[in-house]
T-cell receptor, first 116, second 116 residues
Framework: GAGVSQSPRYKVAKRGQDVALRCDPI?????LFWYQQALGQGPEFLTY????????KSGLPSDRFFAERPEGSVSTLKIQRTQQEDSAVYLC??????????????FGPGTRLTVL | AQKVTQAQTEISVVEKEDVTLDCVYE???????LFWYKQPPSGELVFLIR??????QNEISGRYSWNFQKSTSSFNFTITASQVVDSAVYFC?????????????FGGGTRLMVKP
């Protein structure tokens, strides 16, 4: 079946522009995660949704970052007034999110954002 | 707070050599999961293994083996008889057990280059 998809795969923005990154999780997956991976570093957690509820946004680096998942499926990560330090790969992951102790996260291919 | 340290940023070996990637972690949780992921040049994160903190048995899967030592908070990964296709960035990660938001804390990654 289809995996996690993200669009666009590449985005170039001028400093100060707003961008929106889309994540389509695996159908039926309740949990959705966003991670930011700067060049040469490991992914860092940004935010987590269970259905449409944003349960943890502790990793969002500033109030310029905003994520939503209004219908509990597709999610959008929006970055306002982009800065050069926002340049990174943004990874989305989804999982079943049921009551088992662990739900494997399936990662998308990422969106590479370059801010000029 | 959780932290994962991969002290080796880059390792270069010649094909057929054995190589061990080190991972040291810190957590206040008494129960947790540990992971290894592979990130080839294409960028997608590929899940390799998950171990829970209850089980310190070493695991072997083909040319891959993992050594989990709770006493030293380490979860090392060995590739036997390395191949050029093993060239990638490898990430060690940590996650709590017991909540639906199993956010992953990643290390900084180790870039492995296997030369023919």
């Amino acid at each position: 079946g289809a995996g996690v998809s993200q669009s666009p795969r590449y985005k170039v923005a001028k400093r100060g522009q707003d961008v929106a990154l889309r994540c389509d999780p695996i159908s039926g997956h309740v949990s959705l995660f966003w991670y930011q991976q700067a060049l040469g570093q490991g992914p860092e957690f940004l935010t987590y949704f269970q259905n449409e509820a944003q349960l943890d946004k502790s990793g969002l680096p500033s109030d310029r970052f905003f994520a939503e998942r209004p219908e509990g499926s597709v999610s959008t990560l929006k970055i306002q007034r982009t800065q050069q330090e926002d340049s990174a790969v943004y990874l989305c992951a989804s999982s079943l999110g049921d009551l088992r102790p662990y739900n494997e996260q399936f990662f998308g291919p990422g969106t590479r954002l370059t801010v000029l | 707070a959780q932290k994962v340290t991969q002290a080796q940023t880059e390792i270069s070996v010649v094909e057929k050599e054995d190589v061990t990637l080190d991972c040291v972690y810190e957590t206040r949780d008494t129960t947790y999961y540990l992971f290894w992921y592979k990130q080839p040049p294409s960028g997608e994160l590929v899940f390799l293994i998950r171990r829970n903190s209850f089980d310190e048995q070493n695991e072997i899967s083909g040319r891959y083996s993992w050594n989990f030592q709770k006493s030293t908070s380490s979860f090392n990964f060995t590739i036997t008889a390395s191949q050029v296709v093993d060239s990638a960035v490898y990430f060690c990660a940590l996650s709590p057990i017991g909540n639906a938001g199993n956010m992953l804390t990643f290390g900084g990654g180790t870039r492995l280059m296997v030369k023919p």
